[in-house]
């Protein structure tokens, strides 16, 4: 199963309409309430809320989302549910993959590789002379430390080598530092560090993980910003800067504002507007969008 057929049956299912199907709703504010389905009452406490897609019953205490309400009403496992609303939908689902150990294994290790990554760039920027030149690119910008840690920013060193040294002292080889986009493969096979003399973004996912780096350059080489490039965790496309940070902010507000840059979110963060995200200098897309569609009722293009 894919994040992306959850979204996409989520996004087409109108909770109100399907829980309408099974009981009489009657508007109440902003909401809906009717009598529970999952437990006898008299008086109605099943409440259905539409703007986050969600019910809860304050008799019986049952709650959770459309696949959770099927869940319940037809005594189905959540993948009987997921089919039953696609269908419903006509929305086709990826045919499910069976548990792969070895797999999710590999994502892991990914993710644990830019998260040592992560640390020692943000060493090398903070306690060494080699971050000098972008603490005062973050001087210049006005970019205060306490959001430069939050945002866990880094610096690459101007070296071919200081990096894979590091990660594989601890135990990383040079093939999964490839497969992590932290290192590339000359023709003879040998290994580079990537990211070289930039300062360092990293780029995390809803829960956090650390999938990839955005890295601008100081001095003149090019290209200025320079991405990790697809891997296993990380998909540009489909993936936005800062989500980590503002996704609880834009789900209180209703509302996302996305800019194309690194230094936009974060300069938006600290003056005060947590809920901005960074498309990373890319057309939006529509995975982008499908990250945050659910929990907004506006997309600000800034």
Same mark, same amino acid.
């Given at each position: 199963m894919?994040r992306?057929?959850?979204?996409?049956?989520r996004?087409?299912?109108?909770?109100?309409?399907?829980?309408?199907?099974?009981v009489?709703l009657?508007?109440?504010?902003?909401n809906?309430k009717?009598?529970?389905?999952?437990?006898?009452?008299? =008086? @109605? %406490?099943?409440?259905?809320? #539409? !703007?986050?897609?969600?019910?809860?019953?304050f008799?019986?205490?049952?709650?959770?989302? /459309?696949i959770?309400?099927?869940?319940?009403?037809?005594?189905?496992?959540?993948?009987?549910?997921?089919?039953?609303?696609?269908?419903?939908?006509?929305?086709?689902l =990826? @045919? %499910?993959?069976p548990?792969d #150990? !070895?797999?999710?294994?590999?994502?892991?290790?990914?993710?644990?590789?830019?998260?040592? /990554?992560?640390?020692?760039?943000?060493?090398v920027?903070?306690?060494?002379?080699?971050?000098?030149?972008?603490?005062?690119?973050?001087e210049?910008?006005?970019?205060?430390?306490?959001?430069?840690?939050r945002?866990?920013?880094?610096?690459?060193?101007?070296?071919?080598?200081?990096?894979?040294?590091?990660?594989?002292?601890?135990?990383?080889?040079?093939d999964?530092?490839?497969?992590?986009?932290?290192?590339g493969?000359?023709?003879?096979?040998?290994?580079?560090?990537r990211?070289?003399?930039?300062?360092?973004?990293p780029i995390?996912?809803?829960?956090?993980?650390?999938?990839?780096?955005?890295a601008?350059?100081?001095?003149?080489?090019?290209?200025?910003?320079?991405?990790?490039?697809?891997t296993?965790?990380?998909?540009?496309?489909?993936?936005?800067?800062?989500?980590d940070?503002?996704?609880?902010?834009?789900?209180?507000t209703?509302?996302?504002?996305?800019?194309?840059?690194?230094?936009?979110?974060?300069?938006?963060?600290?003056?005060?507007?947590?809920?901005?995200?960074?498309?990373?200098g890319?057309?939006?897309?529509?995975?982008?969008?499908?990250?945050?569609?659910?929990t907004?009722?506006?997309?600000?293009?800034?």
């Amino acid at each position: 199963m894919q994040r992306d057929d959850l979204e996409r049956v989520r996004d087409a299912t109108d909770l109100v309409e399907l829980v309408g199907s099974y009981v009489a709703l009657r508007k109440a504010g902003k909401n809906f309430k009717g009598l529970c389905p999952f437990h006898q009452e008299k =008086t @109605p %406490s099943f409440i259905v809320f #539409p !703007e986050t897609q969600t019910f809860h019953c304050f008799g019986c205490g049952a709650g959770g989302d /459309a696949i959770g309400f099927v869940m319940r009403a037809e005594n189905l496992s959540f993948r009987e549910a997921l089919e039953r609303l696609a269908e419903r939908a006509g929305i086709t689902l =990826t @045919p %499910s993959r069976p548990p792969d #150990p !070895e797999l999710d294994a590999r994502l892991l290790r990914l993710a644990e590789l830019n998260a040592l /990554a992560a640390a020692w760039f943000s060493h090398v920027l903070w306690n060494t002379a080699h971050g000098e030149p972008g603490r005062r690119l973050l001087e210049q910008r006005g970019v205060d430390r306490d959001t430069a840690e939050r945002f866990q920013l880094g610096f690459a060193p101007e070296s071919w080598d200081t990096l894979l040294g590091h990660l594989t002292r601890q135990g990383a080889t040079p093939d999964e530092l490839v497969e992590a986009g932290l290192a590339g493969r000359r023709d003879d096979g040998s290994v580079y560090d990537r990211f070289r003399y930039r300062l360092m973004f990293p780029i995390r996912d809803r829960d956090g993980r650390v999938i990839g780096f955005g890295a601008r350059a100081l001095g003149d080489a090019q290209p200025k910003y320079l991405n990790s490039p697809q891997t296993p965790l990380f998909d540009k496309s489909a993936s936005l800067y800062a989500i980590d940070l503002a996704l609880e902010h834009i789900r209180r507000t209703r509302e996302v504002i996305v800019v194309e840059g690194y230094m936009d979110a974060i300069a938006a963060h600290q003056f005060g507007y947590p809920n901005v995200v960074a498309s990373m200098g890319t057309a939006l897309t529509e995975r982008q969008v499908r990250l945050v569609r659910r929990t907004v009722d506006r997309i600000v293009l800034a």
